[in-house]
């Protein structure tokens, strides 16, 4: 979804992406992917330039989920360390962190004119359960149409040769 990263969007995005958890059975991910998604936008808010618009992405593959935020400004976000005169009580400059504290992986990487900042939560297992007897299956899972049926072999003419010629094959492979 495309937006500017407001502070009146982003409880709206927020609530967007713990809906689409839900959806996905994900409730065990919504705090940690809304406290996520909150420090990305943020940063966006207060550190990209020239504008404040940017995109995020929400992404389930397998058993990870990645949650990315594309922005128009190319400089690359550190994790800032903080300096020995730092303030311990400040109430910013740790969104990175917190993103690195909180995610499997995360990382920044350039995008045409800007950057995207991503991280990664591992999903809990999916709450169904294989029946016992369920099992992976690749390819033809029946025995096909004609199961029941004897194959009958029907001889096929060359467009050249006589009837006698074409006995000893057949139309199906074998």
């Known amino acids: 979804m495309e937006l500017q990263a407001l502070p009146s969007r982003i409880g709206q995005v927020r609530r ?94 350039p995008q045409d004119a800007g950057k995207v900042v991503w991280f990664t939560l591992q999903a809990p297992p999916s709450p169904v359960a294989l029946a016992p007897h369920a099992h992976s299956v690749r390819g033809a899972t029946t025995d096909g149409p004609f199961a029941d049926r004897a194959l009958e072999i029907v001889p096929f003419l060359m467009a050249d040769e006589p009837l006698h010629a074409a006995a000893g094959r057949s139309a199906l492979a074998g």
């Not at 998604?37 to 207060?46: A, D, F, G, I, Y």
């Not at 929400?58 to 989920?65: K, N, R, S, W």
């Not at 690359?76 to 499997?104: K, V």
Request: contains cysteine; proline residues 5%; charged residues 20%.
């Open 16 to 109: 967007i992406v713990s809906a689409h958890l839900r959806y996905w059975q994900l409730d065990a991910l919504i705090d940690h992917a809304s406290l996520g998604v909150t420090e990305l936008l943020t940063n966006v808010h207060r550190h990209a330039l020239p504008d404040k618009l940017c995109t995020v992405e929400v992404a389930l593959l397998l058993d990870h989920l990645t949650i990315s935020v594309r922005d128009n400004d190319p400089r690359m976000p550190g994790t800032g360390q903080p300096s020995p005169h730092a303030d311990e009580f400040a109430t910013s400059g740790r969104g990175l962190a917190i993103i690195e504290a909180l995610s499997e992986s995360w990382g920044a990487r």
